[in-house]
């Protein structure tokens, strides 16, 4: 049996005290909210679209985020009957007109177009949504959203504090955020945990114990059976798993960092010290300690959304992975990184190097056919080192193709499925920088990748 360890109080409001939005701070979100509403209001009475009104939804409408994530998500409802494409284009018509008082504008897409804007200092999603029945009937992914909203508004009113303390605890793990980059803990889905357990501390007490397979039902009206690691059915739609971008390691992180938090609670839980960048030497000094061989895949970052790249980048990562395996390389890990303008993926293996003779094993002697066959093909090839029967069965010490892992990454990635952005782009040229060479890359972010790395 655990023991029940308490958090304590002085903790708690040692990192709300950091957290929490001040006073000024929440005026300050509250006059811009209010502003972009009316701001929609008119817009679509200039442009004449009828019966639309804006929504503020997300955790800005909740009370539940933290102080310096100035983020407004502004839904812009259209009536359910409304076709897609006039929602599409009536939608945008609203946004583009209330850019234009903002400082910053920029077109992106997820199911359907919307807009994010740089508005008195807040980043501003300004999306079009059809204002259904209930979130069984949605016509589009972002119908949900009022829903997720209304539910949760009714229901976190005195633990809003909590909220805070768990998605600041998620931070410190690394786990929190549920896009594709992440794959963590959405904001729903980390205020739904509270509502359920009632408390910060309750669900870090609970989540210790988790296991794959964790289930949690607060409408107790699943429809369906999910697979995920975690599964939180959504109190809004019966057949969604709320969780359902959480990673299997990104939910095992989740239960370490509550372990190790409830031995030790302390502040390094919720504001780790953030790791510095890798200097070259010691790069040099961590590669010659590790005695493997490091490859990293440079190539120019697609201009694509993050929810778009990185599905493609792990893709990629896999390819190449798979690549080197398939030509006898020994994989010990990989991993990727994303800047502004390049992109690399990191191949850690056992060698960067295999020996010119490869062994190939044929069938056994004794199999008409294509013991034959297999002994025709190489006993008079010019790239051949020896031929010879071990345990019944044609060998031949055949010359390798690629007895160089830079070679056959250079050479062969990209005839593999990359994904159609990162194809492009190491089409257009791709650089594979062996063990030191890696110090080359300069960008701060990825010395910080790096230092992880190594």
């Known amino acids: 049996m655990e023991t029940q360890s308490r958090i304590p109080e002085n903790l708690k409001l040692a990192v709300l005290e950091r957290i ?6 929440r005026e300050r979100l509250l006059i811009a909210q209010d502003e972009l509403v009316a701001k929609v209001k008119e817009a679509a009475e200039q442009l004449d679209v009828p019966d639309v009104f804006a929504k503020v939804v997300g955790s800005a409408a909740r009370g539940t985020w933290l102080s310096g994530t100035h983020d407004i998500d502004i839904f812009i409802s259209f009536p359910e009957e409304t076709a897609r494409e006039d929602l599409e284009t009536q939608g945008m018509a609203i946004a583009r007109d209330i850019a234009k008082g903002a400082e910053h504008a920029e077109d992106r897409h997820a199911e359907h177009p919307y807009l994010n804007i740089r508005f008195k200092g ?7 949504c059809f204002r259904v029945a209930s979130a069984c009937r949605i016509k589009s992914a972002v119908d949900r ?17 909590d909220v805070l303390l768990m998605k600041q605890f998620m931070r410190g793990a690394g786990v929190y955020g549920s896009e594709l980059r992440t794959q963590g803990f959405s904001g729903y889905l980390t205020e739904l945990l509270v509502i359920h357990y009632g408390s910060f501390e309750s669900a ?4 210790r114990s988790w296991k794959p397979g964790k289930k949690i039902d607060l409408m107790k009206h699943a429809e369906i059976e999910h697979e995920e690691p975690l599964v939180m059915v959504d109190p809004t739609d019966p057949k969604r798993n709320v969780a359902a971008a959480l990673s299997l390691d990104k939910f095992c992180m989740f239960i370490d960092h509550c372990r190790e938090f409830l031995k030790n609670p302390d502040l390094k839980s919720f504001f780790p010290e953030p790791p510095s960048p890798v200097g070259d030497a010691e ?4 590669m010659e300690m590790r005695g493997s061989g490091q490859l990293a895949v440079v190539f120019k970052t697609p201009d694509v959304v993050e929810d778009v790249l990185y599905p493609q980048l792990y893709k990629t ?3 190449a992975a798979s690549l080197l395996e398939g030509h006898g390389f020994s994989v010990i890990k990989t991993g990727v990184w994303a800047g502004r303008q390049e992109t690399v993926i990191m191949l850690e293996l056992i060698s960067n190097t295999l020996p010119n003779v490869k062994k ?3 069938p056994p002697v004794w199999v008409p056919g294509h013991a034959e066959q297999f002994k025709a093909k190489y006993e008079n090839t010019e790239d051949v080192f020896a031929g010879y029967i071990e345990d019944g069965k044609y060998v031949f010490e055949i010359l390798r193709k690629y007895p160089l892992a830079a070679e056959l990454l250079k050479e062969q990635l990209s005839s593999h499925s990359l994904g159609k952005h990162i194809q492009k782009s190491i089409n257009r040229g791709v650089e594979v920088l062996e063990n030191a060479e890696v110090r080359s890359l300069k960008d701060p972010g990825f010395r910080v990748f790096l230092r992880n790395w190594l």
Request: proline content about 7%.
């Open 204 to 207: 870090v007490q609970a989540a």
């Open 122 to 128: 807040f980043d501003v999603d300004l999306v079009p």
């Open 20 to 25: 929490k939005p001040s006073q000024a701070e």
């Open 360 to 362: 190939h094993i044929g």
């Open 145 to 161: 959203t009022p829903f997720h909203n209304e539910f949760v508004k009714t229901r976190i009113e005195g633990l809003e504090d």
């Open 283 to 286: 790069i040099l000094e961590k």
């Open 317 to 319: 990562e896999q390819a």
